[in-house]
């Protein structure tokens, strides 16, 4: 009995395995060091050639709102959502808006890949329509799901590590590049941050609400509570972590590719930029391999983001949150939500022939802010009034992280708000007939 019982207490402890720096990594594995990269042309258009300071902006506001992340960790280690946290601390009815602009969110991700996968493509192939290079990845990505196929973190580490050593290859042709430009004078060095002549905080606020992809993932740190040591410390350190390791990588990637590429309003395909930067500095051999690379890392992207929305969906589903019948079924035979990842693969598919991949992004976040503003919203009711703490280290970060994020999100197109708007109306309509909103607040002991 001892004997077993110490088995038990082992077998429970080899849970919690993961340490700070396997938090770090995972959460930089996630978002991928070339986030930054399939954003790159759409935010300088956007912004007026101010990438770097629409990245820099966007890490402020995901570092505070990495910390109300961490903070809610500490109190839920087992949610690890931002539909359990605001469920919990907030209001279910809250929650449940929440999930539903999550949905939003992991619904519009396969889109936005099936776009930029589409133009990369052509970039190769520039006589194969548009639309036919639509419908074979948002079919491939639908048939890979229904044959169960996933990504491994082993697959991922391996990506990651290859893009690493591409990013690598893309500052050393850089550097070189730059070192012979005799024209780069004090302005130009600081151009990238601030430019006098096309500086206006509108452009640069519609500039961040795009930006804000480069970060999308990190709050997937805050689902590994269960198994990380010591989750009330590493998780919020892992999370503030991520986001100045992506920011302070995403920065200097675009700032580069900036004094490379100043002409923001010139692109070959604006949604491609950024392999052009890496053709100018590198020939053919960069702007092949780069646009191989972030081709290959976008179609993982998306058929794991479509596998994601499909158990979203499928979780909404089992709790009749949207019609249980359809969304709840899961295939007998591959195990697979077939019904969730053949509407995911359709609506990916309708959608990138419908709107541009800016669009998408914009639409894409306008449920990610929701999120974060839930969390940021959590994280101050549950430390500064159910429990009172006094200390402004407590109530500013949630304040502040709440106040940039509805900054930015204010900032999206006026299609995305509409569109946005219309989705958040319909759940509300539905939540509303399935009586969700009249579920009492789930009473936690302090």
């Known amino acids: 009995m001892p004997d077993t019982m110490s088995s038990a207490a082992q077998a429970a402890n080899l849970r919690r395995s993961l340490t700070l720096r396997d938090l770090v990594l995972y959460g930089i594995i996630i978002i991928q060091p070339t986030a930054p990269m399939p954003v790159f042309g759409v935010v300088s258009q956007t912004a007026r050639g101010h990438v770097v300071t629409a990245i820099l902006i966007a890490m402020v506001a995901m570092l505070f709102t990495a910390v109300s992340y961490g903070r809610m960790a500490r109190v839920f280690p087992s949610a690890g959502s931002a539909y359990a946290y605001v469920s919990h601390s907030l209001h279910p009815s809250l929650g449940y808006l929440t999930g539903w602009s999550v949905a939003l969110d992991y619904m519009i991700n396969p889109v936005i890949c099936t776009i930029w996968c589409s133009k990369a493509t052509q ?7 548009f639309w036919l290079l639509a419908i074979f990845f948002a079919s ?15 697959i991922n580490m391996s990506i990651a590590i290859g893009m690493g050593l591409i990013v690598l290859a893309f500052f050393g042709f850089a550097a070189h590049f730059l070192l012979q430009q005799p024209t780069l004078s004090v302005a130009a060095l600081t151009r990238p941050f601030y430019d006098p002549a096309s500086f206006h905080m509108s452009f640069v606020g519609s500039g961040i609400a795009i930006a804000m992809l480069t970060y999308i993932g990190f709050d997937s740190v805050s689902t590994l509570s269960e198994e990380v040591e010591n989750p009330k410390r590493n998780i919020m350190l892992a999370t503030v972590l991520v986001c100045l390791i992506t920011g302070v990588l995403a920065s200097l990637e675009v700032y580069i590719a900036q004094l490379i590429w100043p002409d923001y309003a010139h692109y070959p395909d604006v949604d491609t930029a950024f392999v052009y930067v890496a053709q100018r500095v590198g020939g053919n051999f960069l702007f092949i391999l780069m646009n191989f690379c972030l081709l290959v890392a976008t179609v993982g992207s998306g058929f794991t983001s479509q596998l994601a929305a499909a158990r979203l969906l499928l979780g909404m589903g089992r709790e009749n949150a949207i019609p249980r019948r359809f969304f709840a079924a899961v295939d007998t035979k591959t195990r697979i939500p077939r019904n969730n990842v053949l509407f995911c693969g359709v609506l990916a598919l309708v959608a990138a022939l419908s709107i541009s991949y800016a669009q ?64 958040l109306t319909i759940g509300m309509l ?9 579920r009492k607040p789930v009473q936690e002991n302090i």
Do not use: D, H
């Open 360 to 423: 998408g992004a914009e639409l894409l976040n306008f449920g990610a802010f929701i999120a974060f503003m839930g969390v940021n919203a959590a994280a101050f009711w549950e430390y500064s009034v159910r429990r009172q703490m006094k200390s402004w280290s407590y109530r500013l970060p949630p304040i502040l992280g709440f106040l940039v994020c509805l900054f930015i999100w204010l900032q999206l197109g006026t299609t995305a708000k509409i569109a946005g708007t219309v989705w």
């Open 123 to 129: 970039n190769f192939f520039p006589f194969l329509p």
């Open 140 to 154: 491939l990505f639908t048939l890979l799901n229904l044959r169960g196929i996933e990504t491994s973190a082993r």
């Open 430 to 438: 539905y939540g509303w007939q399935r009586g969700i909103f009249k």
